[in-house]
């Protein structure tokens, strides 16, 4: 039985596929739901100029301007806006760092449809959604005391990039993935390495392993 209740989602995905598959989920749950696409940063800005949209639901990673510095951008521009990150990638690589810019959850794209629906249910009553993985990171994250991450004195470019070296993708796979320039991702490797202290690539790939960023 579709639940009746009216309310408005911007789904922000490149991929029209994952789009095509989100949209048929929330219309089979939702009888009164309204749905908007964009595939990159500038139409996201587009869509919530032009429109008033309860909930956005956001792909981390996009052309153009990455998830979290779109997501960093809504909540300046539409403070109030429920943003649902979407990722492919494991929460402990991207859920504690979207939640304090502001997210109202985060969900991987290999979740089941049914967490999909349940997050919308409880953004849309002004809760955030954590699974029960992100309230483990959490907690660790607090009885850590405090302590400093180093990838927390990276921007979240660099931090995405960070990531990206970890799994071991080259320079040009990852100004494909990202489409950025060879140049681009090069400066912002040479960053990471100075805010850092690593040395090298191998160093990025032992740190994210010694902290459990990869799966």
Known sequence: MKIQ????VLIADDHKIVRHGLKKILEDEFSEVTIGEASRDTEIAEQLEKSKWDLVILDISMPGKSGLEVLKDIKATHPKMPVLILSMYPEE???LRV??????????????PE???????????????????????LSDTVKKDGKVELSEVLSDREYEIFMLIAQGKTVSEIAEILSLSVKTVSTHRTHILEKTKLKNNADIVMYAVRNKLLQ
């Open 115 to 137: 967490e999909l629906v349940d997050a919308v249910k409880e953004v849309l009553e002004g809760r955030k959604y954590m699974s029960p993985t992100v309230m483990d990171i």
């Open 5 to 8: 209740k009216k309310f408005s």
């Open 93 to 95: 690589q991207f859920a």
């Open 99 to 112: 939640m304090k810019s502001g997210a109202s959850g985060y969900i991987r794209k290999d979740s089941a």
